[in-house]
């Protein structure tokens, strides 16, 4: 949990570049986020299509022992 400053006495409430500041941060964090969680799901697509790939050469090669 972040705790921010409290500003001087002309102001209430909590420093504005502080808040800023930690905005800026999550706002990267969460870019950095998207950005892993589409790579991932990249990488599982290509996974899932070369696991297609080989069973089908898997299931082709069965049939054709069976049919010997």
Request: aromatic share 8%; no cysteine; hydrophobic share 45%.
């Given at each position: 949990?972040?705790?921010?400053?409290?500003?001087?006495?002309?102001?209430?409430?909590?420093?504005?570049?502080?808040?800023?500041a930690?905005?800026?941060?999550?706002?990267?964090?969460?870019?950095?986020?998207?950005?892993?969680?589409?790579?991932v799901?990249?990488?599982?697509?290509?996974?899932?299509?070369?696991?297609?790939?080989w069973?089908?050469?898997?299931?082709?090669?069965?049939?054709?022992?069976?049919?010997?």
């Amino acid at each position: 949990m972040r705790r921010f400053s409290l500003v001087g006495f002309a102001r209430r409430g909590v420093d504005p570049a502080e808040v800023t500041a930690f905005l800026d941060q999550v706002a990267g964090d969460l870019a950095r986020a998207y950005n892993e969680v589409a790579t991932v799901r990249e990488q599982n697509a290509r996974i899932k299509e070369a696991l297609r790939r080989w069973q089908s050469r898997q299931a082709t090669t069965a049939r054709e022992l069976v049919d010997r």
